[in-house]
């Protein structure tokens, strides 16, 4: 019943921005915090930045003053906004409910969207 789907992913050099978008179905969206994850090749995944239901904003110290998380509940729709883009944040971009560190609190994943940044 759930769904989340990932999207606004690209190639950029590096300098550059994207913004993702992460749309939710269900009630998901409506009674959690929401987070984006990031995996690169051959890594673990991490989190990247956490948003509550209200508007608070968290981000990990790699993306500080870089991205920037934000949401809109109207449209069931979280985004991360992300500048200044280095080769290293070459990954898939994950959207789900915050858990503990790395981990997320909703066992199920989207297909992510791919994130390319060329040096």
């Known amino acids: 019943q759930v769904q989340l789907v990932e999207s606004g992913g690209g190639l950029v050099q590096a300098g550059g921005s994207l913004t993702l978008s992460c749309a939710a179905s269900g009630n998901i969206f409506s009674i959690n915090a929401m987070g984006w994850y990031r995996q690169a090749p051959g890594k673990q995944r991490e989190l990247v930045a956490t948003?509550?239901?209200?508007?608070?904003?968290q981000h990990a110290d790699f993306v500080v003053g870089r991205f920037t998380i934000s949401r809109d509940n109207a449209k069931n729709t979280v985004y991360l906004q992300m500048n200044s883009l280095k080769p290293e944040d070459t990954a898939v971009y994950y959207c789900?409910?915050?858990?503990?560190?790395?981990?997320?609190?909703?066992?199920?994943w989207g297909q992510g969207t791919q994130v390319t940044v060329s040096s």
């Open positions: 789900n409910v915050p858990g503990s560190g790395d981990y997320a609190g909703y066992n199920y």
């Open positions: 948003i509550t239901r209200g508007g608070r904003t």
